[in-house]
């Protein structure tokens, strides 16, 4: 038996108890929605894999990953389109969970670390259709950026190919896009969808030199694993026809990836000229894959509902695999760090971060300084360019045009213009936020049509917090505004985009405080409004006290 002390810091919905996996102890705040964390003795067994973090919030915890000497992940509520993505860090060395960010997206893709900063894509970005949106940060600064190439509606994954960033993204097609420079993306690859109504590229991994995608297009059935170099694109033709390909990972001389077709869900490697299927033991769904360089570890998920549960599998040197544990709830994620495997699983009751002990696991090194964020520019602006730029912008908002079609002239204009980046123009967005805009109601990708002054305002929020210049009229994040009480699909009250827009401006005056505090007590509100309000507060004061509402209005009271 090995003891430890792990600090646990969880999220909470309603008011339940966080029992410890390895104590009797238990933590129960009344009347909350955060389950603040204690220091709890824990007892683990080493052949068994322990519960080190419990998110009671959402059931997800997934798209695992290592960064800066920590554990990544996101809680969520995978599987729906719940417009939530809180992201955590895992410190082992202290058992310490901290919440980082919530991302403006309705899920998270897979992230990955290039030239020593962390990379996470908006799997399913609010903004709608037109843009592939990501986060970067260094472990501390956060920045909001987006690729602005080809048509996206999802970006699935990013990975580096050849020293160059890479992402893969879904929408009426798949497609590959490649960074050229640190703001500039070029379309590389598009898998057009055929017969099926929406086509994804949802992994993409380098192998033996060479970029390798994944591709997913329901009722389009064919091999679905393309190799792409400098003599173009082509389709492993003795790789099996399939809907969807998935989790690509390389160990040692293969690439391993699961292909789904109807129910079914095959284990498949390849060996760079000859595709073989693995046999997996009756009863179990292939669900991740990971490989530490030393060893490929793969997680399954039971298939009987009544007893839904994982099970971790060792890849052995005669091509099986064996079983090597059994995890409480299905998984979803996985990943290694010092000498130990962190899973991320499903459950009604919230989702969960494993540990178990291994030999072998890589070493994480400290994130080095970073020089991708610009030095804080001199608060003085060039007054007439701010003149130009609200002149300008505001002829394009009065144009009806550019709210035709989905918004996309709006959204495109607003996103590629030459001065994005620059003060002057997050001031002239500011401005513009106090015109006064006609109802007309405008077709989104939305149950009901948006109306125009809604619409707008939603995009110039949005920009303003990619911009990272301007200010948010606190009146906005109080508005009383009519939203969809499950959180699915997309939203366009521009409340939501003022409170997420305060956190990527870093705007704590003691005015948006007092509006922020005020919307996280509203109690009409749904669980993922208030998880953007928690992101914003918990950006603009540094503070990470969760969902623990009561800790919030304390801290505001002390403040006063």
């Known amino acids: 038996m090995i003891c430890c002390k792990l600090n646990h810091f969880v999220t909470g919905r309603q008011n339940k108890a966080l029992s410890c996996p390895c104590s009797n102890k238990t933590s129960r705040l009344a009347g909350g929605l955060f389950l603040l964390f204690q220091l709890l003795p824990v007892i683990v067994f080493a052949d068994e894999p322990h519960r080190v973090a419990h998110f009671p919030s959402w059931p997800g915890v997934s798209q695992l990953i290592t960064y800066d000497q920590r554990v990544w992940l996101v809680n969520s509520q995978p599987y729906k389109d719940t417009n939530v993505a809180d992201v955590y860090s895992y410190a082992p060395s202290a058992g310490r969970l901290s919440y980082e960010r919530s991302l403006f997206s309705q899920d998270a893709g897979n992230p990955v670390v290039y030239q020593g900063l962390l990379y996470w894509p908006f799997e399913d970005p609010r903004r709608s259709a037109g843009a592939g949106e990501f986060a970067v940060t260094d472990g501390r600064v956060w920045q909001w950026n987006s690729m602005q190439s080809g048509s996206v509606m999802h970006v699935h994954a990013m990975n580096v190919c050849d020293n160059q960033l890479v992402a893969v993204t879904g929408s009426w097609t798949g497609q590959l896009h490649r960074q050229t420079g640190k703001k500039d993306w070029q379309l590389q690859y598009d898998y057009p969808s055929g017969a099926a109504p929406f086509s994804r590229l949802v992994n993409v991994t380098e192998y033996n030199g060479e970029c390798f995608v994944a591709a997913s297009a329901n009722g389009k059935v064919e091999p679905k694993l393309f190799r792409i170099d400098s003599d173009g694109t082509s389709a492993l033709q003795d790789w099996p026809s399939s809907d969807r390909v998935d989790s690509l990972t390389v160990h040692r001389d293969k690439l391993f990836a699961f292909a ?110 970073k020089t991708y964020f610009a030095s804080p520019v001199s608060l003085t602006s060039d007054n007439k360019l701010t003149e130009m730029l609200y002149d300008e912008l505001h002829a394009l908002l009065r144009d009806p045009a550019s709210t035709e079609n989905y918004a996309r002239i709006l959204r495109r204009s607003l996103a590629n213009h030459p001065q994005a980046e620059k003060p ?38 949005t920009t303003l917090a990619i911009n990272g210049y301007g200010r948010v009229d606190p009146a906005l994040i109080v508005a009383q505004d009519k939203l969809d009480s499950t959180g699915s699909g997309k939203q366009f009250e521009p409340s939501v985009a003022a409170i997420a827009a305060t956190g990527w401006l870093n705007q704590n005056d003691p005015q948006t405080l007092k509006a922020l505090i005020s919307r996280l007590n509203r109690s009409s509100d749904p669980l993922w409004v208030k998880a953007d309000v928690i992101g914003a507060l918990s950006a603009v004061t540094g503070k990470s006290y969760g969902y623990d509402i009561a800790m919030w209005n304390r801290w505001w009271k002390n403040q006063l």
């Open 260 to 369: 789904d077709t109807g129910g079914s869900r095959q284990l498949l490697e390849f060996d760079g000229s000859s595709t073989s299927s693995l046999t997996i033991e009756q009863g179990h769904r292939p669900a991740a894959l990971h490989s530490n360089g030393e060893n490929l570890w793969l997680l399954t998920r039971s298939s009987d509902e009544n007893n839904a549960r994982g099970r971790l599998w060792l890849y052995t040197d005669d091509g099986a695999f064996e079983s090597v544990a059994t995890i409480k709830h299905p998984p979803i994620s996985i990943t290694s760090y010092a000498n130990a495997l962190y899973i991320g699983t499903y459950h009604h009751s919230g989702g969960g971060l494993w540990r178990y002990e291994i030999d072998g696991a890589e070493a994480v090194a400290n994130a080095d300084t």
């Open 424 to 461: 002057e123009f997050g001031q002239a967005i500011t401005r513009l936020l106090g015109v006064e805009f006609d109802s007309t109601l405008i077709p989104m990708f939305t149950r009901d049509p948006v109306p125009k002054v809604k619409l707008i305002r939603w995009y110039l929020l």
